[in-house]
T-cell receptor
Framework: NAGVTQTPKFQVLKTGQSMTLQCAQDMNHNSMYWYRQDPGMGLRLIYY???????DKGEVPNGYNVSRLNKREFSLRLESAAPSQTSVYFCASSELDSRRETQYFGPGTRLLVL | AQSVSQHNHHVILSEAASLELGCNYS??????LFWYVQYPGQHLQLLLK??????LVKGIKGFEAEFIKSKFSFNLRKPSVQWSDTAEYFCAVNAIGGNQFYFGTGTSLTVIP
């Protein structure tokens, strides 16, 4: 049981390049999330998916797209990377029990955009 | 919208000192409350959570938190910190039945041996 996995762990991009961050969970959770973590700003929600086939914008969705490929996988795509997207990206999934949810996080992807 | 405030941005303690980290949230309805810990270079791990019942909840590694509804607070405590507690601590809130979690900006704790 690996929990939440993310690839890649590190990535360096040039401005304008595109890339996809991959996330998978093996806990049979319905909800999945993408956050970015920046110094002094905590975690900010980019997008989330409450269930397979649905996605919703979070606090900072501009410049990103997501795909909930199936129940296990939730990818985050940067179509044209900008230096402002330099950050650490965390994927999370949550279990739902009687309307009470707990989130579990992946190891993160460190992205540097030059 | 909900928001979470963590007033202590950086805390430095000596080993064996007591710890209390503040967390306040703004939301009028019923919430779930969480504390997460992030050790250097690692991902967030759940420390403890409050859903309902006894407002004093105990988590892993000797941490506990108290939910005071009238103050909209969920402060984290530990009677005696260790060097290995050096980490960043995040408070989070989730409305009952809601999908979104709201995180505070985090408190960086440094424990000096």
């Amino acid at each position: 049981n690996a929990g939440v996995t993310q690839t890649p762990k590190f990535q360096v991009l040039k401005t304008g390049q595109s890339m996809t961050l991959q996330c998978a969970q093996d806990m049979n959770h319905n909800s999945m999330y993408w956050y970015r973590q920046d110094p002094g700003m905590g975690l900010r929600l980019i997008y989330y998916s409450a269930s397979e086939g649905t996605t919703d914008k979070g606090e900072v969705p501009n410049g990103y797209n997501v795909s909930r490929l199936n129940k296990r996988e939730f990818s985050l795509r940067l179509e044209s990377a900008a230096p402002s997207q330099t950050s650490v990206y965390f994927c999370a999934s949550s279990e739902l029990d009687s309307r009470r949810e707990t989130q579990y996080f992946g190891p993160g992807t460190r992205l540097l955009v030059l | 919208a909900q928001s979470v405030s963590q007033h202590n941005h950086h805390v430095i303690l000596s080993e064996a000192a007591s710890l209390e980290l503040g967390c306040n949230y703004s939301y009028g309805g019923t919430v779930n409350l969480f504390w997460y810990v992030q050790y250097p270079g690692q991902h967030l791990q759940l420390l403890l959570k409050y859903f309902s019942g006894d407002p004093l909840v105990k988590g892993i590694k000797g941490f506990e938190a108290e939910f005071i509804k009238s103050k909209f607070s969920f402060n984290l405590r530990k009677p005696s910190v260790q060097w290995s507690d050096t980490a960043e601590y995040f408070c989070a809130v989730n409305a009952i039945g809601g999908n979104q979690f709201y995180f505070g900006t985090g408190t960086s704790l440094t424990v000096i041996p």
